[in-house]
């Protein structure tokens, strides 16, 4: 365990421990206290008429907190939460099987309620003709409105900017979209 700068290995520890026990007191009933019943409804209409616009699939995961293997490896390993963040947003991409187009090009929303963290997942075939910078300015734009707690106009905003780098480089007039994929978002 490195002890980032400026930081002693005993109030590293202390940080990480609190961090892991804000995560155990979250749950999916806080999820559901951010993203009630009609807000999932209303977001499930605007990504089917996202994906009635592209060939792509578009998935929103919303979670409170991190599973506890991934607090573990925060706590015993000093692994940065950042990086946890983008494996867990990583493996739920897999799980939901974003993966799973004819294009190569879905995408996944997700973001972390506890520590206030969204990733942006995106398919090869879409990753290849958007640069990094690009990913990093829509999460930029996300976070503002997360910050202040308006999370219906974060996500929404998420998938109109998700949305034209798919209807510019996949467009639906090219093919229709079978809609692989079911459209509400996903609540842990």
């Given at each position: ?59 929103i995961y919303v979670e409170a907190s991190l599973p506890l293997s991934y607090l573990w490896r925060h706590l015993r390993d ?70 202040q707690g308006r999370f219906e106009d974060g996500l929404t905003q998420a998938l109109a900017e998700v949305s034209a780098p ?10 229709p979209n079978a809609n692989a994929l079911p459209d509400t978002p996903v609540l842990g």
């Open positions: 365990m490195h002890p980032a700068a400026g930081e002693s290995t005993v109030d590293g520890v202390w940080t990480r421990l609190w961090r892991c026990v804000r995560h155990r007191w979250a749950d999916e009933s806080d999820t559901r206290k951010v993203i009630d019943a009609a807000m999932l409804e209303r977001l499930a209409s605007r990504v089917a008429a996202s994906e009635r616009r592209h060939t792509g699939e578009v998935r000093a692994t940065p939460v950042t990086q946890l963040v983008r494996e867990r947003a990583t493996a739920m991409f897999g799980h939901l099987r974003v993966w799973d187009t004819e294009h190569n090009n879905g995408v996944l929303i997700y973001l972390l309620l506890t520590e206030h963290e969204i990733e942006l997942v995106a398919d090869r075939g879409l990753n290849q003709l958007v640069s990094a910078g690009q990913w990093q300015e829509m999460v930029g734009h996300m976070g503002a409105a997360f910050a798919l209807v510019q480089h996949f467009p639906a007039d090219a093919e």
